[in-house]
């Protein structure tokens, strides 16, 4: 069983298009995050007007200005980052249950927290 999860997480994750994605999106924020000046932002507000509707980001592009790029961020992070993922992880969290260990998981979470969650490595 662990076998199984272990592969189908790092097959989620190492996915080229998955990898693409993320950095794609983190250009995307680091362009935007880095724009100087209102004419700036407002052309990389253009280039990238579908990403930012399916953000929730409703504001014409004519009237963004700089402070409205952290709100701009924020929006694409809970659109793409949190929300996205959060069906993708009920899935999976679904799955557990139908394989009868999504209880024993949820029972003794701190003993397979390893398992689940992945260390933070100390850079030396």
């Given amino acids: 069983m662990k076998l199984y999860v ?6 989620i994750l190492h996915e080229s ?3 693409n994605f993320i950095l794609h999106l983190c250009n995307i ?3 935007i995050l880095s724009a100087s000046t209102p004419n700036v932002l407002k052309e990389i ?3 990238n007007f579908k990403l930012l509707i399916d953000s929730g980001i409703t504001k014409p592009c004519a009237n963004i200005t700089l402070d409205d ?4 961020v924020q929006s694409i992070a809970l659109d793409k980052v ?3 993922t959060l069906g993708e ?3 999976f969290k679904d799955g557990l ?3 009868g260990v999504g209880r024993e998981i949820t029972k003794h979470g701190e003993i397979l927290q390893d398992f689940f969650c992945e260390k933070k490595r100390t850079q030396s």
């Fill in 6 to 11: 272990d592969t189908y997480i790092k097959n």
């Fill in 17 to 19: 298009w998955c990898e």
């Fill in 29 to 31: 924020i680091s362009q």
């Fill in 45 to 47: 507000v253009t280039e």
């Fill in 69 to 72: 790029k952290v709100p701009i």
């Fill in 82 to 84: 949190i929300l996205k």
């Fill in 89 to 91: 992880l009920e899935q």
């Fill in 97 to 99: 249950q139908s394989l």
